[in-house]
């Protein structure tokens, strides 16, 4: 049966628009429809398995032809949290899976199948989110309660200065004062007040530009930065100053961990039904900034996130807790995936919600 002319051809054109997989099965265990989800989750065309392959669904995964008997036995909803399906010629894929029966017109049974890896995604990502607001907390009492003291010591340091008797005792408090100093200036950036984002149309290659040639003015000779572009892209509702920011970031780690030699790579790509948090998108822009470095050092490479976590000598660790928070701000996420030779970081914004 083709879904177009399904009696209910507006419903499953509906059902496309989920994140969720859904394969309604006929009383007779044919398939009868596969929205659009499902064709990706399985990496199959409905038209294959609507056809006469019906049977392949169930063909190599025991555990989904058992739910639909005992589903069939019972008319009860079956759900399996972590199953895993097979169709021939494809890599397995595990799924979370329910199975309603439904009376009616529409008789039969309905599949809705989740990606357990998706599920595990939107947990971690929100546990991370949640982690990342407590420690800014932390960070911004911590460092509100270390600006004061700091300012004193500075102080007394320039007071005692002037009645040093010999002139190179004057390198001990020199010490002390350009240390505050440091100190001082972390702690205000650690401090900087939240600016709102000023929502704009924006072209996310005119922000990538903006972030190349910022950083070709400060890029040894030996690194290339080259442009992966998919030009049809639309224009994105966001704060380009920020977006700048967070990618000037992330770009800048790439430049810093190659020592002088490597490519660096923008890319961007449309991705669908994406899981934003615990928000999905049907439509999204992916940013890949990539590199061909060394790599994250695996100590960190979980925590990069957070503030004050630094690989690098002389890094303050504040560079991607701030490219996170700007983009977050924008609706959007960040996600690192980093091996030796491969780093990629993806910032996705949305394009529809
Ligand atoms: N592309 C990359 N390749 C290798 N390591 C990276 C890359 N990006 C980030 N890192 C590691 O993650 C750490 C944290 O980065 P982050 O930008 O937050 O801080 P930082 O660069 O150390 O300091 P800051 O950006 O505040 O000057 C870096 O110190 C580095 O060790
Ligand atoms: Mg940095």
Redesign the pocket.
Known sequence: MNSADHPAATLFSALDNLATGVVVVNPAGVVGYLNAAAESLLGVSGALLMGGESALLFERSPELLGALQSARASRETVTEHDMEITLPGHTPVRASCTLSYVEGSLEGWVLELRPVDAQLRIARHEQIRMQQEANRELLRNLAHEIKNPLGGIRGAAQLLERELPRESLKDYTQVIIKESDRLQSLMERLLTPRRLPHFSAVNIHEVLERVRSLLLAETPEGIIIQRDYDLSLPEIEADPEQLIQAAL?IAR??V??MHGQGKVIFRTRVARQMHLGSRRLKLAVRVDIV?N?????EA?REQ?FFPL????EG???????LAQTLVAQNYGMIECE?EPGN?VFSIYLPLQA
Request: proline share 12%.
């Open positions: 970031n780690n790439a810093q961990a590199d470095g060394p790599g994250i050092p960190i990069i976590v630094s690989g690098r890094g303050s660790g504040l560079g991607l807790p980093s780093t």
